[in-house]
């Protein structure tokens, strides 16, 4: 079945520092994938998303690409702030019409000032 | 644009009582999901549902139901509440057919006592 697995966590940096948090995936078809983020206390948001092989997500300095051939879906930012500190889910929705989403475990950021 | 809403934030329950939560989605979204999520197990799928049917459902005993009614709001239900029942459950709104991921209400928090 289709599955997403996340580098572990927590990862720790200082501001300014660059940011990748690894995910890989595996599913049948072509999937949609996504990076959500939840901030304590809260919901989850739509970080970004890409929807073919080569896509490339971006939102709020954060970047990721939909790589088929090596089925991950990276997210990178070059400068992290305090602020971003939060947990990152990857996931993906299969494809066809379903809407269920899987996650991965998520990976907690931690940005020390 | 309101977002998600769901009611209670909170709630605390005893073994064995039942819950209901409920969910409205954004205006316009009828296909609502549901998740269930706790640290041991992270983000789980329970069902989803479009126009008052469920599309999908996760792999979760038969004490987890839902339902849609016809304003495209929706309700989840836990009966014989269990320990393991705790969790915060998660409900997400999309256009159906749109491949812009779910838009997730901040969640209702349920502990069983």
């Known amino acids: 079945g289709n599955s997403v697995t996340q580098m572990e966590g927590p990862v720790t940096l200082s501001e300014e520092a660059f940011l990748t948090i690894n995910c890989t995936y595996t599913?049948?078809?072509?999937?949609?994938l996504f990076w959500y983020v939840q901030y304590p206390g809260e919901g989850l948001q739509l970080l970004l998303k890409?929807?073919?092989?080569?896509d490339k997500g971006s939102n709020k300095g954060f970047e990721a690409t939909y790589r088929k051939e090596t089925t991950s879906f990276h997210l990178e930012k070059g400068s992290v702030q305090v602020s971003d500190s939060a947990v990152y889910f990857c996931?993906?929705?299969?494809?066809?019409?379903?809407?269920?989403?899987?996650f991965g475990q998520g990976t907690t950021l931690q940005v020390k000032p | 644009k309101a977002g998600v809403t769901q009611t209670p934030r909170y709630l605390i329950k005893t073994r064995g009582q039942q819950v209901t939560l409920s969910c409205s989605p954004i205006?316009?979204?009828?296909?609502v999901s549901w998740y269930q999520q706790t640290p041991g197990q992270g983000l789980q799928f329970l069902f989803e549902?479009?126009?008052?049917?469920?599309?999908n459902k996760g792999n979760f005993p038969g004490r987890f139901s839902g339902r849609q009614f016809s304003n495209s709001r929706s309700e989840m239900n836990v009966s014989t509440l269990e320990l393991g029942d705790s969790a915060l459950y998660l409900c997400?709104?999309?256009?159906?057919?749109?491949?812009?991921?779910?838009?997730f209400g901040s969640g209702t928090r349920l502990t069983v006592v």
């Open positions: 997400a709104s999309r256009l159906q057919g749109s491949d812009y991921g779910y838009t």
């Open positions: 599913a049948t078809g072509y999937p949609s």
């Open positions: 890409a929807t073919k092989a080569d």
């Open positions: 996931a993906l929705r299969g494809s066809g019409n379903t809407g269920k989403l899987i």
């Open positions: 205006s316009g979204h009828r296909s």
């Open positions: 549902y479009f126009s008052e049917t469920q599309r």
